[in-house]
């Protein structure tokens, strides 16, 4: 079985509970390879959660769940150093930061101070406490949620702590087809519990490797690059996509084009991830709470500029 096959018999897995879902899960997939971070934008009840749990499940990794709440402190997060009268010194207790997946339940409801806590961990993979760095397991993967619409009691991310995820997804409300396969399935009760991981961290990590070396053409490249400028130049932004962006959509369209088992980027990889991968770098001048006029501004910026051409066959 090739590490392709093996990171797909995970998303066949998951299929086993998540229901018309494929979309998203194959871009969560994406991510994790890519070595990034997912923020699960949705509606309560439409499976963020459990596409986590199903994730974690589906892998022999280990995973964590951080309730987000206002009363949440960043030592929640991270972990903190007790002191022991017995021994006179203080031991480190790590945070459940420390996992190789970690699910940021509405992560909008814990303090801006608490949000920071996770700056460190998602970017550079490691926890700094009492002037000691300690590097965080590998692969470090954080899924977290939010309610879009829900505004009581929560604190909207910072553009510094948007920037930090690779995706920005969302599942979506079902349509009735949907809504009567997720009731049938359900009808018995949920198989969650009887998921078995079907491959491990190291696979993840060796198909990340892989993808890194999916080719992109000059063309393509460009084509990235005079999406991104076409962001840095409008009126109506405040602030367009930076290089973290750029690079995050690179290594994003490498990813995908391997689970789709190419050796090579085409343009319709850019095209999926465009969204997902950039929409919530965009900041619109004057507004907040923006989403749909972020993805508005990329889908409009997408249809105005033309396509490569090139063949983009194997060996090109």
């Not at 086993?16 to 923020?39: K, P, Q, Y």
């Not at 996770?118 to 406490?129: D, G, K, P, S």
């Not at 890194?212 to 409008?234: C, E, F």
């Not at 619109?284 to 396509?307: F, W």
Request: hydrophobic share 40%; charged share 20%.
């Amino acid at each position: 079985m090739t590490l392709r096959d093996e990171i797909l018999a995970v998303e066949t897995n998951m299929s086993r509970i998540l229901v018309g879902c494929e979309s998203v899960t194959r871009l969560v997939l994406t991510a994790l390879i890519t070595g990034g971070h997912v923020l699960l934008e949705d509606l309560p009840g439409t499976g963020k959660t459990t596409l986590a749990r199903v994730l974690a499940r589906s892998l022999d990794a280990s995973f964590q769940r951080i309730q987000f709440t206002p009363d949440l402190l960043p030592t929640d997060v991270t972990g903190l150093s007790v002191y022991s009268q017995a021994e006179g010194t203080f031991t480190f207790r790590p945070g459940p930061v420390f996992a190789n997946i970690l699910l940021a339940d509405e992560i909008n409801r814990a303090t801006p101070r608490t949000q920071a806590g996770l700056l460190e961990c998602m970017e550079e993979r490691q926890v700094t406490t009492d002037g000691k760095t300690r590097p965080l397991p590998a692969p470090f993967f954080v899924i977290a949620t939010q309610n879009p619409i829900d505004t009581s009691g929560t604190f909207p991310l910072p553009e510094a702590q948007l920037d930090r995820f690779l995706m920005r997804l969302s599942l979506g409300l079902p349509d009735l087809e949907r809504e009567i396969r997720i009731m049938e399935r359900f009808l018995t009760g949920s198989e969650e519990a009887s998921l078995s991981p079907v491959t491990g961290a190291e696979t993840v990590l060796a198909a990340g490797r892989e993808a890194r070396k999916v080719r992109v053409s000059p063309d393509l490249m460009d084509y990235m690059g005079r999406l991104v400028m076409a962001t840095r130049s409008r009126s109506d932004l405040a602030a367009g996509v930076s290089p973290r962006g750029t690079l995050a959509l690179l290594h994003a369209a490498q990813s995908l084009a391997f689970l789709e088992g190419r050796t090579y980027v085409v343009p319709e990889d850019i095209e999926t991830l465009a969204v997902p991968v950039l929409a919530h770098r965009l900041v619109p001048a004057g507004r907040y709470g923006r989403t749909s006029q972020q993805k508005a501004i990329l889908e409009e910026i997408l249809a105005g500029l033309p396509v490569p051409t090139e063949a983009f066959t194997e060996g090109t």
